[in-house]
């Protein structure tokens, strides 16, 4: 496959990113809830589970170029990158547990263990154990089974963790199950409940079957989008504890990202994949640091705003990454001319 047709994936994965940011800003809840409801739990939910079918997909056309060996590199420059950023967030996740969790601290320790397995040492690092999860059974399991069956089982586990979604339609007495669960983990939104399916959605996407030549994937995307509108405001107002799973992002990530594979767009857009990347990672600080530093000037209620928030969060995202980026570039530049 051209490299062009990889180009609009590389687009929306930069979108995405900035959808991932307004969800964790709201930026509009403070000038209309209903449009912050539909950025926030309509277009943001999208983000996350088209990531997962991305990394689904590369991963599954590297392991048909280079073997096996693919997932123990992939792996190691994951896990890589995840210890780097756990060790950045570690002093939130601490100001964190303090703030929520009544525990001695001779259990923090165990606690960020806990973490760092499973939920990430802050919340937005979920993704990256989660994907490991996902990927890892998706590889062991398609070594003696079929992806067929493995979508039915991921698909079946989806719709358990999609209790917390579903919460107000459950009678009491799983109610009361489900709050049990969400004490002790917090969220089903991990690698067994919610990124499996979307990873293995991916790797279906790389086989070339009759779905995969589908040719009204735009068309399907369209519908399937429409019936998640219909979906989310279906279950607004309702007693949930989050919006995570819905059940129309299922069908729709794989319409969605067949869709993007197949328009030829002709800008290279790799280096906004790579920032996107970055702001996922770098922007959760600055939902941290800028009311701080407002504070200090007396003027914390400017983050009040979420316009306020998500421009100045963004603003600062995209210093931080650009900075980034060219740091790296530096690095690369002067170990080249070093050989």
């Known amino acids: 496959m051209e490299r062009s047709n990889y180009n609009l994936i590389d687009l929306l994965k930069y979108i995405c990113a900035i ?9 509009l809840k403070d000038l209309s809830e209903w449009a912050n409801f539909v950025v926030i739990n309509i277009f943001g939910r999208v983000a996350v ?11 599954a056309n590297n392991l048909k170029k280079r073997g096996d060996v693919y997932i123990k590199d992939y792996m190691i420059s994951l896990m890589k990158t995840y210890i780097i950023w756990s060790i950045i967030y570690l002093p939130f996740g601490i100001l964190w547990v303090q703030s929520n969790l009544d525990i001695p601290i001779i259990l923090y320790p165990i606690a960020l263990i806990y973490a760092f397995f499973n939920v990430g040492t802050f919340y937005h690092l979920w993704y ?38 579903y919460n107000a339609y459950l009678d009491p007495a799983l109610q009361s199950i489900v709050a049990s669960y969400m004490g ?42 429409s019936m998640l509108i219909f979906e989310a405001f279906r279950m607004y107002n309702t007693d949930g504890y989050d919006f995570n799973f ?52 007396h003027q914390k209620q400017l983050f009040d705003s979420g316009l306020f928030r998500f421009v100045s969060v963004m603003l600062c995202t995209h210093g931080l990454s650009m900075l980034i980026t060219m740091i790296r570039k530096f690095i690369k530049h002067r170990q080249l001319s070093t050989q």
């Open 19 to 27: 959808l991932v940011v307004a969800v964790h800003v709201n930026p």
């Open 246 to 297: 819905l059940f129309m992002l299922v069908p729709l990530s794989y319409f969605m990202f067949q869709w993007a594979r197949a328009v030829n767009y002709h800008r290279d857009c790799r280096k906004l994949r790579d920032l996107g990347s970055l702001y996922y990672f770098t922007h959760v600080m600055f939902i941290e640091l800028i009311p701080m530093g407002l504070g200090l000037i």
């Open 184 to 225: 002790i983990f917090f969220t089903t939104r991990n690698g067994l409940f919610y990124g499996m399916i979307f990873v293995v959605i991916g790797f279906i996407a790389a086989q070339d079957n009759w779905l995969t030549r589908f040719k009204k994937n735009g068309l399907a995307f369209f519908i399937c989008f």
């Open 128 to 165: 990256v154990p989660a994907l490991v999860f996902s990927v890892l059974v998706t590889f062991f399991y398609t070594k003696k089974f079929s992806l067929r069956s493995l979508f039915i089982w991921s698909l079946i586990l989806y719709t358990i963790g999609a209790a917390e979604t």
């Open 49 to 59: 589970p088209f990531f997962f079918v991305c990394a689904g997909y590369f991963i």
